[in-house]
């Protein structure tokens, strides 16, 4: 790294809250290094009441862009120059670019989480899905399905500060997709039982799982889940998430959040450098190979 920087290299980072456990950092200058691109990219923590302040001092020192966690992707929009239609129509910001002072948010993760599956032979198109989460990344996911063509989503969310942005995500697919989607309290487990049961794929794009709702899930009772059934995880610290430990045990085929990790920063890297992101080189390195996916053979669809 201290061969790479120089007066000249420029910054790009990702702020969210927590942070420590990103493996973007990783990924993003192993990417920088392995094409010769004068970048560097680095963490850091920041929390609501810090990002007007930051996004002010990125723009000061003039950042090439930067990436968005929880919490601050639904809030940090009001404080860019413009938004992507993308952007615009989830409601929430992954990805910043600073051209020439302009900073423009977008949106890479539903895109990156339809890829990964598409890599990995997963087809929902036409079908049927359950999600839970009404926050930035569940929201990006099931617009990003209901633009690319799957049939009907059943988004289940708590009754929390998250549920009116679900109501409206359900009233953004409806009237502008030609996808179905509805929404449930997820503290209804009858309900999350039956449409689940009518879905080739649960997705978990919540928090729980991760730090500190480690050890938890959304999930309690493994009869939920059925063999034939993919499930996925936003969550990729720890690997396996207490969700994907129960999917497990019922023999389902399932996903961490490191593809689409992978697939949504490849985007974010072309956006902000114009260049493809050499996936297969960042796949084959230890952080990554092996561990975006847990399946077995008689699983494997």
Not at 32 to 39: E, I, Q, R
Not at 52 to 74: E, I, Q, T, Y
Request: include cysteine.
């Amino acid at each position: 790294m201290a061969e790479r920087i120089s007066g000249h290299t420029e910054l790009i980072g990702l702020i969210a809250t927590p942070i420590r456990h990103s493996l973007s950092p990783i990924m993003h200058n192993e990417a920088f290094a392995k094409l010769g691109l004068d970048y560097v990219y680095l963490a850091f923590e920041v929390n609501n009441q810090e990002l007007p302040d930051v996004v002010k001092g990125f723009r000061a020192l003039k950042l090439r862009g930067w990436n968005v966690s929880m919490p601050n992707k639904r809030l940090i929009g009001k404080y860019l120059d413009q938004l992507t239609p993308a952007a615009q129509l989830v409601g929430a910001v992954n990805t910043v670019v600073n051209d020439n002072g302009v900073l423009t948010g977008d949106i890479t993760d539903g895109t990156g989480y339809m890829r990964n599956l598409k890599e990995n032979g997963v087809d929902i198109i036409g079908k049927k899905i359950t999600i839970a989460g009404g926050g930035g990344a569940a929201t990006a996911i099931c617009v990003q399905a209901a633009l690319d063509g799957v049939k009907e989503i059943s988004i289940f969310n708590r009754k929390d500060e998250f549920y009116e942005n679900a109501q409206n995500t359900v009233e953004k697919i409806n009237t502008k997709t030609s996808c179905h989607a509805q929404l449930f309290d997820l503290a209804d487990q009858d309900r999350l039982r039956a449409e689940i049961a009518g879905s080739v794929l649960f997705g978990n794009a919540t928090g729980v799982g991760m730090k500190p709702l480690e050890g938890q899930s959304v999930i309690t009772d493994l009869s939920m889940l059925r063999s034939n059934l993919i499930v996925t995880d936003v969550v990729y610290s720890p690997r396996q998430s207490k969700l994907l430990h129960i999917a497990e045990a019922q023999g389902c085929r399932f996903f961490n959040g490191l593809g689409m990790m992978l697939w949504q920063g490849a985007r974010a890297f072309e956006i902000w450098t114009g260049k493809q992101m050499p996936v297969d080189y960042i796949r084959s390195l230890p952080f990554l190979a092996g561990d975006d996916s847990k399946q077995s053979a008689s699983t494997a669809k």
